[in-house]
């Protein structure tokens, strides 16, 4: 099974409007942790945010805030007012507690797209 | 910037040949990792180094081969290259690698293989 899922291809938004960025995760770990990399077209990874599998609140940073729902097992980016150099590629990415999981484990990504 | 450093940027090769990509980890950072980005595999992590000694190992081929000097910085060879193995190389860093950090990355290596 896939342990990150981005279902969205390509998305579209307004300048100025907010975009959830969707995200579900698999996982029989307890302690894990969440991020969210941006990738421009010229290629760097920017990391955007994090969240752990223990923190009650929802992360945020600027702009972005992600929408975690254990449950769930969603972890769903929100990009508020957005701008137009937010068209990038994002990914979601888990990394687990578990000693021979040291690495994070990828989404295939979602393109943004934002339109003036 | 986000302070990890890889050279070169671009790289051009036949198939057959061998490089060298390399990575210098943000300072005070000793967690290396390397990942190769690429059309129809995704992001998938390669080899992890910590403070010297590997420490994990994912899809790396028996072809790379890396490894991480006293001074911390990292080196991924790659040899008897492939058509395939065109991909765009990151080297990320963390401070002790904790689940829980961030893996900051470099600017990548974009290799291409003729």
Request: with cysteine.
């Amino acid at each position: 099974a896939q342990k990150i899922t981005q279902t969205q291809p390509g998305m579209f938004v307004q300048e100025k409007e907010a975009v959830t960025l969707d995200c579900t995760y698999d996982t029989s770990d307890q302690s894990y942790g969440l991020f969210w990399y941006k990738q421009p077209s010229s290629g760097e990874m920017i990391f955007l945010i994090y969240q752990g599998s223990y923190d009650e609140q929802n992360a945020t940073e600027g702009r972005y805030s992600l929408n975690f729902q254990k449950a769930r097992k969603s972890a769903n980016l929100v990009i508020s007012a957005s701008q137009l150099g937010d068209s990038a590629m994002y990914f979601c990415a888990m990394r687990e507690k578990a000693p021979w999981a040291n690495n994070l484990f990828f989404g295939t990504g979602t393109r943004l797209t934002v339109i003036p | 910037d986000s302070g990890v450093t890889q050279t070169p940027k671009h790289l051009i090769t036949a198939t057959g040949q061998r490089v060298t990509l390399r990575c210098s980890p943000r300072s005070g950072d000793l967690s290396v990792y390397w990942y190769q980005q690429s059309l129809d595999q995704g992001l998938q992590f390669l080899i992890q180094y910590y403070n010297g000694e590997e420490r994990a190992k994912g899809n790396i081929l028996e072809r790379f081969s890396a490894q991480q000097f006293p001074d911390l910085h990292s080196e991924l060879n790659l040899s008897s290259l492939e058509l395939g193995d065109s991909a765009l190389y990151f080297c990320a860093s963390s401070g002790g690698g904790a689940y829980q950090e961030t893996q900051y990355f470099g600017p990548g290596t974009r290799l291409l293989v003729l």
